[in-house]
Structures are given as structure tokens and as C-alpha cells.
């Protein structure tokens, strides 16, 4: 059966007020394709459909150019824009298989918030065998946002929304990246939340909500979305590391709290460390 897709970037500063002002927009359509969306947040800031949005205005992101040809044509030899395609077709090609009877729509939108806050928001829609509504996202936070040196602090979270009333879920997701810094790029911060709710099949009734994870006994269901702590990990130099972490969680069955501070020091001579929890 034919099958194809596409997917276009408008780099062009729409406007609008300082809490909302618009850099971009994205939009896709697929037919006879799936549209597969990344489940690791951790590699939604690096996934083509993110990138392409952000590289394409000068975000921050995964490099600015298509791959490097793997073909025998060099670049701004005929040939190579070919090969360079051909590259990038590659990439994509697990994240939008062929699936007869399947389509999906997306629309994204690139915005700046007081020029703090760097976003992007994509909504796709799934629908022909099967119905689903994501939205993925990423926002970036840079202090202070226009610096010439390097920045005091940078945020950068991860967002995952899901609708799939065929399984019965319904779930908002969010993780810091690991570009996520405070003070210094070696403390580097950590941490997300989850809310799942489900509403249909064997897990019908059940809900999490989470912000760090879990207790450290806690045997996690696999339904239950797997969420890192809440905290930093600031290697100070050669010797001294200083890790912290929070978490907060509400099952039907329990609630659960707690949190860790701990230092290590590492010399030819001496060892020492600290724990509190």
C-alpha cells in the first residue's frame, strides 16, 4: 500500500506579547504511517522532531546540519545532498513506520516567555486502527538568559502528555535533561514527576502521582512510569562529590516521602563520607 509523510519547520517570528511570543511553528501529517514518540523523556530534547524545530531557529539542540553523506559524493559535489537526505531518512525511519490503515497529524508551536523561558510544544493525533493524543515538549530556562560566559543556571525539562483511551491511560510526564545545571556544569541537577490514571483494562482504578521517583522498597508495578529523584550531583573536583535527592508519592495503597543528602571525600591518604537521610 502507499504510505508517506511529511514534516516542515516556519522559522519566522510570528509575535505576539512578551509572556507568549511566537518564534515558529511546526506541522506533520502521515498516511498509512505510525507515528512512534519517544518513551525515554531523556531523549526527547535530542528526538528529530524536537531538534529540527529548535536547530531550525538556532535552539539549542543536536548539530545544525543534515548527517554527513555516508555516500562517495562530498559535500557541494553532485551527489551529496542525495546522500544527505538519504541519512536523514534513516534516522527517522523507526519513529514513522509503514502501518496499513494508520495516519497521524501534528502541529507545533516555538515560543519565548519574557526571554527566560525557551519552549517548544508539539500535538500529534494518531488515528485509523488505533486513537492516541501526545504532546511532547521541551522549555529551557537560562540564567541569565542572554549571557556572554557561561550561564549560572540552566533548566531544561521534558514533557510527555498521553491520551490513549484504547488502553485506558491517561498521563503527563516531565524530566529534567542532562543539560540541566546549577552554579556550576559539574552539579548537574536530576529529578522529574508523573501522574498516570488508569480507566480501562487489568489496571482500571489504579493512579500514581510522583515527584522524585519512589521509596527505595517500593516494588514499582511495571504500568507505573519509572520517575528519577528529585536533586543534583555536583562533582566538586578530584576529591569531593556532593549528591542530594527528594521524592514525594501517592499510590491507592500508600503515601510515601523522604529525602538524602550525602558527601564523599576521595585522597591518596584519606576517605571520607556522610550520609543523612
Known sequence: SPSGFIYGV?????????????????AGFGYNRDLILPDDLGTINTHWLVRDALDSAGGAGAPKALPASTGSAAAGQPGADTNAIAAKLRQVQASVPPRKGQNFLAAGIRFTTFQLLDSFVLVTVAFGQHFEVNVIGLTTLRLPPKAPVTPVAVVQLAIRARFAPDEGEISV???????????????????????????????????????????????????????????????????????????????PGMIMAGGALSATWNSDDVTASFLVG
Open 173 to 251: 510526564r516531565g524530566q529534567l535533561t542532562g543539560a540541566s545545571y546549577l552554579f556550576s556544569t559539574d552539579n548537574h541537577l536530576t529529578g522529574g514527576f508523573a501522574f498516570a490514571s488508569w480507566f480501562k483494562g487489568p489496571h482500571a482504578g489504579d493512579f500514581v502521582i510522583t515527584f522524585g521517583g519512589y521509596h527505595p522498597n517500593f516494588q514499582r508495578p511495571a504500568h507505573y512510569p519509572d520517575v528519577p529523584r528529585l536533586g543534583f550531583n555536583w562533582v566538586v573536583n578530584d576529591h569531593l562529590t556532593i549528591k542530594g535527592g527528594i521524592y514525594l508519592a501517592l499510590t
Open 10 to 26: 516556519l522559522n519566522y517570528p510570528i509575535g505576539g506579547p512578551a509572556a507568549f511570543f511566537v518564534l515558529g511553528l511546526a
